[in-house]
């Protein structure tokens, strides 16, 4: 029977361990001189990873930095590295009312946050908006309310080789001013005629958010945009916004090309660094190219167009209508992840302190240096060295004019798969006869509107 | 050798001793357990419960329930439960992030789930690869089993080389092919440019696209069920097969009067899991070609995902799993009727 009850026992105590696994932790909230506050903050990375080996750093500097509460209490941070399951993490937490003081989340998701009362206004907290360059002021602000702010960016552009165009007759001169989609296309058939590469990677299937991320600009320097929640087709349909999406057909036609069985305008192989060695002549992309150009150094001698000193970096191209009038929208939406303060916070103060320590000058920086996204401190633009000259220089440049964020919608996920079909829609069928682009938007949007 | 021998038959002895002295204690406390249950009014039983007229002893059933308590509770958290609440939540406006105030909207999701056309695509995605890989991928299986049960010589190598794609996560297979089937510089393509043929759009095509990808989870799976095949031929009878061949039977004939009905239990399993597995698909397309192009690789499993996780439409996803769900239950048990009847 001893065996028994020793047996009872100890199935007994691994169903306990089992159901106890994932409990929360004890948190301190004594908000008196000389107490402690711990502020509890879930990122998006692992430990392991290069950007939360970052937080982690900037969590221990927090907590050597001697914050305190208006009251004189001790703020510390505690870090939970969520990965990739944050998002059914928050969703868990939202039901069982365990959310953290601050969390991490994409720009994209605020409004959605926002929206089912997750996030509460930092308006009245926070002390350093002024520091963050406007489009992440933009892009965390929801209904006149700011709800979030941002140590990352990723600014955008068109990369162009400049050895290659050289060839075919560009000098610096061309490239003071924003190119419009059709000066790059002119400039490609150039090099076609030529026999140089001449391809442009338009990267519009990028990660998650390609289409968004890079080819919304295709809207916006139209004139055109992307509405609200479910007021997306009328918007995607007007003249505007369909002259933009139309603009991209000229990379996936088969005009003009001798061979449309082996050449395309727009490149669809599988090398990543087609524009660094040389392979392409343009590129619509993140500022991460830049990062792997400078560091790889390619010479001429191991790829002979290699984009290395040979190369710039413009805003993403404008709209140019048929009588050649270029737009002065020039439009660099990006945005990255952000930190909001949650309704489940017991001190919104030590939290918003917390938050601006992890968006603050020093961790934009350690972000740029370690993982090479953009710094959103206005200072930090102005003043970091790497900042001041070329393509780093040019990206800068291109965030800090930026007036365009992605969509604020709480419906973006639809949204932003739809619009990536639009892109496909282009990429596969402009060159067949029974190719209607409008009809297509109207459907794909039309199911975007009518999603709950 | 002797000497050996008479050890032997000694041990065997003693064994045979030992277990006579067992069947005896064994023979002498039956009767009594015979007699206490029936010949006292139950007066020194064990304690025991009746339901419908059927007696129970109370120890023996709680120590069954101890033993089976962790099965019945884990089962309970992780696929009773969400059962239950995807049930509920079909029936509801459930959203991912405001889960506490899901409301009722009784049918409107299934409604819904009619008037999608994604939905529509989705389902026909669906059926088209599972029609199309379930046979593929069953008698390749069938095939390379026969094969590495006939060869001798590299027989070993041979299923361990048609092993390996399983071995591998399905991620990296999809990527690799991705690599291999890429429209402008895939090595495919490169090789039908070499023998003077025209290249195909493999991840652009949307008729090509969808079976690409079928041939692909083919491939990837076809070494498991392969190996199942194998232990099933090892266990066929030889005596069979040799007396089909005193009969005259040529090698088609005794595979198919031999083999395949030594082995139907098996075949049946085989056909039934990749079946459901088949209608699971998810992977391939979520990396390959994320549904596209233009939501022709778009599949069941994906789209309920899709809704679910990204769109965080959870009473929606709900309604269309519990509706695929029954499409599901609907195909496997009518096979397993079919095999099951062939069987009687």
Not at chain 1, 50 to 64: C, H
Not at chain 1, 99 to 125: E, K, Q, R
Not at chain 2, 315 to 334: N, P, R
Request: proline share 3%.
């Amino acid at each position: 029977m001893n065996k028994n009850i020793r047996l009872g026992a100890l199935l007994l105590t691994s169903l306990t361990a089992l159901t106890s696994c994932g409990g929360g932790g004890d948190q301190s909230n004594n908000d008196v001189p000389g107490g402690t506050v711990i502020v509890e903050v879930w990122v998006h990375k692992n430990q392991q990873e290069p950007e939360g080996r970052v937080y982690n750093s900037l969590m221990e500097s927090f907590n050597n930095s001697g914050f305190t509460t208006a009251s004189g209490a001790n703020i510390r941070m505690s870090m939970v590295f969520c990965g990739s399951t944050i998002a059914t993490r928050i969703a868990s937490a939202q039901l069982t009312g365990g959310l953290p003081d601050v969390l991490a989340v994409d720009c994209t998701d605020i409004t959605s946050y926002v929206d089912a009362g997750l996030l509460v206004s930092i308006d009245d907290t926070v002390t350093t908006e002024d520091s963050y360059v406007d489009s992440v002021i933009d892009e965390c602000t929801i209904d006149g309310s700011l709800y979030a702010l941002s140590g990352m960016e990723a600014p955008g552009g068109l990369y162009m080789n400049t050895g290659l165009l050289a060839q075919v007759g560009y000098t610096e001169e061309d490239y003071a001013e924003p190119w419009s989609w059709k000066d790059v296309k002119e400039a490609m058939e150039k090099l076609y005629a030529a026999d140089l590469p001449y391809q442009i990677q338009l990267n519009q299937n990028f990660g998650t958010d390609g289409a968004m991320y890079f080819h919304s600009n295709l809207v916006y320097s139209a004139g055109g945009d992307f509405g609200t929640d479910g007021a997306v087709e009328a918007a995607l349909t007007t003249p505007e916004a369909l002259a933009g999406i139309e603009q991209l057909e000229m990379f996936y036609t088969d005009d003009g090309l001798d061979n449309p069985r082996t050449e395309a305008w727009a490149y669809t192989g599988s090398n990543a660094s087609a524009f660094e060695q040389g392979e392409v002549a343009f590129e619509i992309y993140g500022p991460w190219d830049a990062t792997t150009i400078e560091k790889n150094k390619y010479t001429s001698a191991q790829y002979e167009h290699a984009a290395y000193n040979n190369y710039q970096i413009l805003p993403y191209p404008v709209y140019e209508d048929a009588s050649g009038n270029k737009s002065t929208l020039v439009a660099n939406p990006c945005g990255s992840y952000c930190f909001g303060v949650t309704k489940d916070t017991e001190n919104k103060e030590a939290a918003t302190v917390a938050l601006e320590y992890l968006t603050g000058r020093d961790a934009t920086e350690a972000m740029f240096s370690e993982i090479g996204t953009f710094p959103t401190n206005k200072d930090s633009l102005a003043e970091m060295e790497q900042l001041q000259t070329g393509a780093f220089k040019q990206l800068a440049d291109n965030l800090s004019n930026n007036e365009f964020t992605r969509p604020k919608m709480v419906k973006y996920p639809q949204m932003k798969d739809a619009y990536t079909r639009v892109l496909d829609y282009i990429k596969n069928s402009c060159n067949d006869a029974s190719y209607d682009l409008e009809a297509y938007i109207r459907d794909q949007m039309g199911t975007v509107d009518s999603a709950r | 050798m002797d000497n050996t021998a008479d050890v032997t038959r000694e041990g065997e002895g003693e064994r045979l001793t030992r277990y006579g002295e067992f069947l005896k204690r064994a023979k002498s406390k039956l009767p009594r357990m015979h007699l206490s249950l029936k010949g006292d009014g139950g007066k020194h039983r064990q304690p025991y419960f009746k339901i419908i007229r059927t007696e129970y002893s109370r120890e023996e059933t709680l120590w069954g329930w101890i033993f089976v308590l962790p099965c019945v509770i884990l089962g309970a958290i992780f696929v009773l439960g969400p059962i239950v609440i995807s049930l509920y939540y079909a029936f509801t406006d459930a959203n991912l992030l405001r889960l506490d105030e899901a409301q009722w909207v009784g049918f409107e999701n299934f409604k819904r789930v009619f008037e999608d056309s994604t939905v529509g695509l989705a389902l026909t995605n669906t059926l088209t690869f599972v029609v199309e890989v379930v046979p593929l991928q069953l008698f390749t299986a069938l095939g390379l089993a026969l094969l590495v049960n006939k060869i001798t010589h590299g027989n070993t190598f041979l299923r361990w080389a048609f092993f390996v794609p399983v071995m591998l996560s399905l991620a990296i297979t999809s990527m690799l092919w991705m690599n291999l089937l890429n429209d402008s510089d895939g090595l495919i393509n490169a090789l039908i440019l070499a023998c003077g043929g025209i290249p195909v759009n493999w991840m652009t095509d949307e008729v090509i696209t969808l079976q690409a990808i079928i041939f692909i989870s083919a491939w990837q799976g076809a070494g498991y069920q392969m190996m199942i095949f194998i232990s099933a031929l090892k266990n066929v009878d030889h005596s069979l097969y040799e007396a089909s061949e005193i009969d005259g039977a040529g090698s088609w004939n005794r595979f198919v009067h031999v083999t395949l009905p030594a082995i139907r239990p098996t075949f049946s399993f085989v056909l039934i899991t990749m079946l459901i597995s088949a209608f699971r698909i998810v992977t391939q397309p979520m990396i390959m070609t994320q549904g596209g192009p233009n939501n022709h690789t778009m599949t069941m499993s994906y789209y309920i995902y899709l809704q679910g996780t990204q769109y965080r439409d959870i009473g929606y996803s709900s309604a269309i799993a519990l509706i695929f769900t029954f499409v599901m239950a609907a195909v496997s048990l009518t096979l397993r009727r079919l095999f099951e009847g062939k069987k009687d």
